[in-house]
């Protein structure tokens, strides 16, 4: 492992690939039906798996009968906690946070449930349907012991305890602290504050979550293909649950569709196929139905933040403080724990801003409802939802622009590196400059004029700003989630020239959509000299390299493509080497390019595959010494990470009669280093934004107070279809970071910025109305609701 | 009981027998007749993943059942066009990064062609209209719009 270093002149390689918008190397398959997704494997006579999944939100399981079941037809086995308690150790998602109770992870419930969706009965036939019809059959009697539908009256004193071992509801509890946040709010020219809440979301990606435990009876060993973006993680979470030891537990993420966080987790689901796949000596495959996914698939915000900001007369924010209460689940995940989402809502909160004095704290609490977990952005859209909605009142407060009051408060390009408040460290990344490249690209002063002219007619329209940093490449030196206590911060690549001359880069990355293939073999080509059209990339698969998490935390371009800057070196080394024997020249006068390895300045040339026959089949032209195998494996750590940043501009116009928000204009100005394939990274920001639209408008999981969850189908849920999502216009600021290639990781900011922006917008359209924006999303039932009590209220007045 | 079906499905006959009056024709065409990459993404109509032509209309396989098909004539993702040789709108789905995870992507596909045989689509907001019916969750539906104008303007460049 080697730590950050700026590439020296002699390691620069001409770029060619790096920078194009080059046509994605996953695509001819996707686009004809030749994907291959989880639930397109077609092992030898498989089984298949159906779970019978509480209805009870929290109850005793006093009695299960699946005697009918056992007899029905087609059915091999079923499986209750009781059949299976000897065959797997629980997955354990361990912190080392103080004040935090790890709750154990069982593939089925055992003694009790916790909310309505937790598997209880594993029901395995020899076809899906016959193993549906056969849950029918199951009786299990329930002692219910009372819903905790809502983290508030799970932190009532009489509240029934969900995990009596804990002692408490409250799963996880921090607080950040810097300066004298009370004796700086007391000194404000202008205080603002608000309670606000961003509702219960599913990341709902578009492909259900899949397993399919592929059974090799030669070896008792077992292939796991798994629609989940960390399949390393999976791997040995599932190998040590189940005692099998690495080579006999292969996990590979296939073609995935989706993610967004939501199969970035260890699933009980996965531990029970493979536990099912080694008791029945079988092939067993499972994917859910929409209903199972959004019923049990992680989850994400469900945040409620009391907080207040204080500005001086300048307009400069002084101080920041926070109490925030996560609404977490039943359970904590693994490996992240249930801190992840509401500590970094506490972490990220002070933002891009140089904000003096905070105290920012947090409760987890456990509620009858699957558990949160990772979701695009994880945290920061609420951090940011409420840092941009408090600028925004202290910007009114004090009679500034709304643009102007950002731009005294970011962290300036002179200030870099920049630790703020809550003690995250923000690298040299274009703040400022994303400011005023969407305030110029979203023609910001006409759009005020614009909005001064629609006021006059009475029309509800309304600007709305936010900016954001995010850390993305973590390294070692920061957990991706707090306290936890395996390495997220490396990635290794393992790149070959085998003895046809062909090239073959190994990852442990897992792409879910984002076009790795393609990006990774762009950075291959350019600095191993090759054709990006030789090099063939493979990633999501435990056996291919040694040790690896997967892609998560918007890092693996950071280390995935640190990782493919450093071996590409390293093999292009071995190829000078050879070549210059071959060549009859000193391997410095050698340049390596389009496979091939060229005397400079001459047309002397020798291909790799040239190359390749010299070190593996020809055993005259080269010395036994200079053999070396065309390979080469480097394990990159970026140590502290990056800083990408934005800010995203958003116009809206409310209809007074339906409470329908139209987005009118949508603007982003990002800053995420040097761009390896813009195409793809305007893609990644469309898809996030329409994701943070969705947070903005339309998602929200309901869970009535019986802890039963009221949208569980697409009809119910609803997320944004064509004709809700606008034209954007994503502008680059593109500043290169530390880390080698000068990469920064950006799949997730398009979620970060949107929600707050449109926030800010509607508030804007609805100040003439006197109304605020504090809960997302901006329904058009909410809305209406705000409108009448304003109007209630003016008539109350007058 | 079960039931005998026999459908055409991309120019290729196919007679099953031992067929569930209950199977989705979604189910059929991936399990059955091993063309996955008809996807199944809610099975109740909604997110029109599964999508296919059915006697060329754009159909929900997962809102009908194999036994409705039988004599039908279908067209899966699989017919329209070879890794090697992409179709118009193939192609144009790659030129425009029209996809991400590649989920979504045959559905979106085959409404597509259903809209550029069907209709004029005139504007941008006629193509939405014609998509809202397809759920994509990674690309904010932008270069979907963006490939099918583009295939819709070959289409009269073509006819012209």
Known sequence: MSSDRRASPSDVVRPRNVGAPIKRTEDPRLLTGNGEYTADRKPDRPLHLAFLRSGQPHARIVRIDAAAARQAPGVVAVFTAEDIADDFKPVVPFSRMPNYYATPILPLASGKVRYVGEAVVAVIATSRYLAEDALDLIDVDYEPLGALARAELALADNAPLLHEAAGTNVLIAREFRKGDVTADLAAATVRVAGRFEM??????????????????????????????????????????SLGLSGHCMRVVAPD????????????????????????????????????????????????????????????????????????VGAYSIYPWTCGLEPVQVVSFLPGPYKIGSYRGAVRGVATCKPPTGPYRGVGRPISTFVAERLMDLGAAALGIDPLEIRRRNLVRAEEFPYRIASGIIWDKAGFIE?????????????????????????????????????????????????GMPINTGSETAKITIDSTGAITAAFGVASHGQGLETTLAQIVADD?????????????????????????????????????????????EKIKRVASHLLEANADDIEVTEGKAVVLGTDRA????????????????????????????????????????????????????????????????????????????????????????GAALFEELIYDEDGQLLTASLVDYMIPSAPEVPVMDVVHVESESAVAGGFRGMGEGGTIGAPAAIANAIADALSPLGIGVSILPMTPERIFRLMEQAQIKRKADE | MTMHVSVTVNGETYDVSDVEPRMLLSDFLRDRLGLTGTHVGCEHGV????????????????????????????????????????????????????????FCTPGMLMTGEDLLRKYPLATDDDIREGLSGNLCRCTGYQNIVAAIRSAAAKRTEKAS
């Not at chain 1, 599913?202 to 592929?214: G, Q």
């Not at chain 1, 029309?459 to 490449?473: H, K, N, Q, V």
């Not at chain 1, 059209?533 to 995935?560: F, K, N």
């Open chain 1, 528 to 572: 191993l000299g090759a054709r990006f059209e030789d090099v063939r990339v493979i990633q999501g698969d435990s056996d291919e390299v040694p040790m690896s998490t997967g892609t998560y935390a918007s890092r693996s371009a950071v280390l995935g493509g640190g990782a493919a800057k450093h071996a590409s070196k390293i093999l292009r």
């Open chain 1, 606 to 693: 020798v291909s790799f595959k040239q190359i390749a026959k010299a070190v593996y089949s020809d055993m005259k032209t080269l010395p036994v010494e200079a053999r070396e195998e065309l390979s080469a494996t480097y394990t990159y750590d970026p140590v502290n990470g990056t800083t990408a940043a934005a800010t995203h501009i958003a116009a809206v116009e409310i209809d007074p009669a339906t409470c329908f928000v139209r987005i009118l204009k949508f603007v982003v100005a990002e800053d995420c280093g040097r761009i390896i394939n813009p195409m793809i990274v305007d893609g990644q920001v469309h898809g996030g934004v329409a994701q943070g639209i």
């Open chain 1, 434 to 482: 994303c400011l005023d490249a969407a305030a110029e690209a979203a023609g910001y002063d006409r759009l005020r004029k614009e909005q001064a002219e629609a006021r006059k007619q009475g029309r509800l329209f309304g600007i709305g700003i936010a900016s954001y940093a995010e850390l993305t490449g973590i390294g070692s030196r920061i957990a991706v989630a707090p």
């Open chain 1, 256 to 327: 995935v569709g989706g993610s967004f966080g939501s199969k970035g987790s260890l699933y009980p689901e996965e531990l029970l196929i493979c536990i099912a796949a080694r008791k029945l000596r079988r092939s067993v495959k499972w994917t859910a139905d929409r209903l199972e996914d959004v019923s049990s698939s992680s989850q994400a915000f469900a945040e409620i933040v009391d907080a207040e900001m204080g500005f001086d007369a300048n307009g400069i924010a002084t101080s920041l403080q926070a109490d925030v209460i996560g609404d």
């Open chain 2, 47 to 102: 997110c029109g993943a599964c999508t296919v032509l059915v006697n060329g209309d754009s159909v929900r396989a997962c809102l009908m059942l194999a036994v409705q098909a039988n004599g039908a004539e279908i067209v899966t993702v699989e017919g329209l066009g070879s890794p090697d040789e992409l179709n118009v709108l193939q192609a144009e789905f790659r030129e425009h990064h029209g996809l991400q995870c590649g």
């Open chain 1, 199 to 240: 509702t219960r979301k599913a990341p709902l990606a578009m492909e259900p979550r899949s397993y399919a435990a592929e059974y090799d009876k030669r070896r008792d060993a077992i292939t796991l293909y798994t629609s989940s973006n960390i399949p390393g993680i999976v791997r040995d979470a599932v190998s040590e």
